[in-house]
């Protein structure tokens, strides 16, 4: 069975760029959800796609925005970076259903570093 | 869903069991308690949920109280692999996103 993976890895932007974050979501999951992690914070929510749908979105604004394929593997997309939006992003996926939903396991994360 | 308090920082000795308390006064009866930990530059893992009922698995148990509270999560046997923050949450069975607050920093020592 293979995890949820993200990619890249790490990554360095300049203020004003755009950037996609890539996740792949573990086998048999159809839910991905997209945290942002500030240094010493705990994860915030972004948003979480379900079946290829927007299924809820945090407190960030419309420059974050989202993707997931057939395959449910899902993008997350950054314009017009912004110092503040340097940050561990993590991918997360999780089965349908129950309390299970919120059994999420999660990717490796990618280090986002702003200039 | 309900906010929830826990310590910011404790320290465990190996091989000791550890106890991390979290308050979640304000919880409501169709919430449940989950708990995450982060190892230092990973993803948080999950480690084991709750209605009511106390829940034991392969990683921990989870204690809630009868007035649902509070709740303990045991690390019977602590390891220094088990240094990381440990998030408790609390949420709807059909939430869709998991609030994390700032966690109990927790440092197993030799």
């Known amino acids: 069975e293979t995890g949820v993976t993200q990619s890249p890895t790490h990554l360095i932007k300049t203020r004003g760029q755009q950037v996609t974050l890539r996740c792949s979501s573990q086998s048999g999951h159809n839910t991905v959800s997209w945290y942002q992690q500030a240094l010493g914070q705990g994860p915030q929510f972004i948003f979480q796609y379900y079946r290829e749908e927007e299924n809820g979105r945090g407190n960030f604004p419309p420059r974050f925005s989202g993707l997931q394929f057939p395959n449910y593997s899902s993008e997350l997309n950054v314009n017009a970076l912004e110092l503040d939006d340097s940050a561990l992003y993590l991918c997360?996926?999780?089965?349908?259903?129950?309390?299970?939903?919120?059994?999420?396991?999660f990717g490796p994360g990618t280090r986002l570093t702003v200039l | 869903d309900a906010k929830t308090t826990q310590p910011t920082s404790m320290d465990c000795a190996e091989g000791r069991a550890a106890n991390l308390p979290c308050n979640h006064s304000t919880i409501s009866g169709n919430e449940y308690v989950y708990w995450y930990r982060q190892i230092h530059s990973q993803g948080p893992q999950y480690i084991i949920h709750g209605l009511k009922n106390n829940e034991t698995n392969e990683m921990a148990s989870l204690i809630i109280t009868e007035d649902r509270k509070s709740s303990t999560l045991i690390l019977p046997h602590a390891t220094l692999r088990d240094t990381a923050v440990y998030y408790c949450i609390v949420i709807k069975a059909a939430g869709n996103k998991l609030t994390f607050g700032g966690g109990t920093r927790v440092l197993v020592k030799p």
């Open positions: 997360a996926s999780s089965p349908e259903g129950g309390p299970s939903y919120n059994e999420q396991f």
